[in-house]
């Protein structure tokens, strides 16, 4: 069974840091691309980053690109995203989904809150 | 970039129903349309890719069609069940993009 786990949410400061892993199972994790996705508070979906199977391709949205880098470890199948910088705007679920063979988002992980604020 | 708006942006329906949801993307994204759908505190689900083939496990209630920049979502028999957030995503190039939403309730 094929399962997604976020980890590494929680309340920081503006300008402050964190770091969210995505544990990966039940599938070949180096054989995918995955995805970060971001919900703020009772708003609408934002894709935030992709990667490819072997780290060779990274895509970033505007309004993080220079403040979040993503990265994976295929050793230990794990998906990260390291956020700098953060601001009140990237208070939001924090969502990782692996990208299927048809490059679509077909599984999701729970989420996990990030919270920026004073 | 590409924009993606859906429409309605809320939907009031009752069980039976037959619903259907539309997504215009501002520019050509051949067949690259996914739809998910999420309910409140869970994570989105896959409904649909590539604009109209099923996924794997999702009832055949569910239709998608379209290619180009319009596409839609139907729901042939509302079902109780499917009261949810609905959302289109486009995968044909980068940024990613995702609609805005249509959100369905009971009515």
């Known amino acids: 069974e094929v399962q997604l786990v976020e980890s590494g949410g929680g309340l920081v400061k503006p300008g402050g840091s964190l770091r969210l892993s995505c544990a990966a199972s039940g599938f070949t994790f180096s054989s995918y691309s995955m995805n970060w996705v971001r919900q703020a508070p009772g708003k609408g979906l934002e894709w935030v980053s992709s990667?490819?199977?072997?780290?060779?391709?990274?895509y970033y949205a505007d309004s993080v690109k220079g403040r979040f880098t993503i990265s994976r470890d295929n050793a230990k199948n794990s998906l990260y995203l390291q956020m700098n910088s953060l601001r009140a705007e990237d208070t939001a679920v924090y969502y990782c989904a692996r990208s299927g063979t048809t490059r679509f988002f077909d599984y999701w992980g729970q989420g996990t809150l990030v919270t920026v604020s004073s | 970039d590409i924009q993606l708006t859906q429409s309605p942006s809320f939907l009031s329906a009752s069980v039976g129903d037959r619903v259907t949801i539309t997504c215009r993307a501002s520019?050509?994204?051949?067949?690259?349309l996914a739809w998910y759908q999420q309910k409140p505190g869970k994570a989105p689900k896959l409904l649909i890719y590539a604009a109209s083939t099923l996924q794997s496990g999702v009832p055949s209630r569910f239709s998608g069609s379209g290619s180009g920049t319009e596409f839609t979502l139907t729901i042939s028999s509302l079902q109780p069940e499917d009261f949810a957030t609905y959302y289109c995503q486009q995968l044909n190039s980068y940024p990613r993009s995702f609609g805005q939403g249509t959100k369905v309730e009971i009515k």
């Open positions: 520019q050509g994204i051949s067949s690259y």
């Open positions: 990667i490819s199977s072997s780290s060779s391709y990274i």
